[in-house]
Nanobody, 125 residues
């Protein structure tokens, strides 16, 4: 499974960005796609996950209500719409794929087997 993120960049406090994750390869061994982020000096944390083809989603507490994860079947991408961004959202954002048997997926990075290279998001105050 190959994952390639795009859409990162710099934005001011309160702004919006949309990230996209292009997925290719044999995805038969995965059923959830997730977005994760890692800020300097912090552990990688789960942002949002979505079940492939099913629309079931879960969000981290810090982004719920501001971020939305969706699947674009036509483009075979998984997008993360980020609104009301704050400097605390500054991080490298990663897309990942995994086989999660728990309903609703998981926000634990250790449960995802395939990872993209990441894209930088910087929010200035």
């Amino acid at each position: 499974v190959q994952l390639v993120e795009s859409g990162g960049g710099s934005v001011q406090n309160g702004g919006s960005l949309r990230l996209s994750c292009a997925v290719s390869g044999n995805t038969a061994s995965t059923n959830y796609i997730g977005w994760f982020r890692q800020a300097p000096g912090k552990e990688r944390e789960g942002v949002a996950v979505i079940r492939s083809g099913g629309g079931i989603t879960s969000y981290g507490d810090s982004v719920r209500g501001r971020f939305t994860i969706t699947q674009d079947n036509a483009k075979n991408t998984y997008d993360l719409q980020m609104n009301s961004l704050t400097p605390e959202d500054t991080a490298i954002y990663y897309c990942a794929a995994g086989l999660i048997l728990r309903y609703g997926g998981s926000l634990r990075p250790a449960e995802f087997s395939f990872w993209g290279q990441g894209t930088q998001v910087t929010v200035s105050s």
